[in-house]
């Protein structure tokens, strides 16, 4: 496949190809028709046929061309299919058009300081799991690394000292960055406001430009609240983001608050869903997680 792409690549056998689709021609006649040189279109054929795509036999003087149309359609289906891949609904390319649309909405907003100050961001889950389990996943540093970051991002540092006052500190890269060598993909520091265990979680977080200070404010409240009977079997799960001190430089940021949180929420769904036994630190988690009672 590989020697394919790179034949079809050169614009002087893509034009060969095309002539070729129509019907078998000899050398003489692709060179007029290429308006190129015999020697220069007989070894951009050579090139051709090594790479499977064409084929060749001589007929007395003359050596005539042919397409072979296989190759091209195992390639087609493999393109197809590649695009198929990234056409699947609700997937990395969905979230990284909606990312794209945010931003440059946002972008065109951000004239001056302030711009998105008292914009808010609402998010409700009903979640599997008792109040005190989906409790444990917001403040326990060695579950919240575990869906505290959308899927392409992983978890790098996180402190979470879950009490008024408390420090937090949620450092990020990219998922594909093992071994750390990549710039840190982001980073947010702020503080816990409020704590009820198992009902209401409150704290200030501010992601960090490039240069080192905030890029704006996030207040967010969460909120908890039993389903079902009795004591409870689910967690309705409110979350409310309130935005201040928003600089002109905090657009990217903003933009990515819905579908980068959102599809966090979903990771803690699907953790939650997948039962008590997945509640544990995953092996080899890679994030220097640290927790403060």
Known sequence: MDALLAALADPARWRLVNLLAERPRSVGV????????????????????????????????????????????????????????????????????????????????AEEPGWADGRSFRFLRSLP????????????????ARWWTPD?????????????????????????????????????????????????LTYRLSPLLPGGGPAFTAHVD?????????????????VHWRIT???VDSADFIAGIEPGFGQSLDKLAAILAAGPHDTAVADGTDADTRSAK
Not at 186 to 191: F, I, P, S, T, W
Not at 223 to 234: C, K, S, Y
Request: proline share 5%; hydrophobic share 35%; charged share 30%.
């Open 30 to 109: 692709l060179a007029r028709l290429a308006e190129a040189r015999q020697p220069q279109t007989t070894k951009h054929l050579q090139a051709l046929e090594r790479a499977g795509v064409v084929t060749s036999q001589r007929t007395g003087q003359r050596r005539v061309y042919a397409l072979r149309s296989a190759p091209l359609r195992e390639l087609a289906t493999v393109l197809t299919r590649l695009a198929d891949t990234a056409d699947q609904a609700e997937g990395p390319h969905a979230t990284y058009d909606r990312y794209g649309l945010s931003l440059h909405a946002e972008r065109l907003a």
């Open 245 to 247: 001190d928003s600089t």
């Open 152 to 200: 392409d991002l992983r978890v790098s540092e996180l402190v979470f000292e879950a009490r008024p006052g408390g420090r937090i500190v949620h450092e990020y890269r990219d998922i594909e960055d093992a071994d750390g060598s990549d710039p840190v993909a982001g980073r947010a520091e702020g503080v816990v406001d409020d704590v009820r265990p198992a009902e209401r």
């Open 222 to 238: 969460l909120g908890l609240r039993p389903t079902g009977t009795g004591t409870g079997t689910g967690t309705d799960l409110d």
């Open 129 to 144: 799991g008792r109040p005190e389990l989906v409790w444990r996943h917001l403040t326990e540093t060695s579950l919240l």
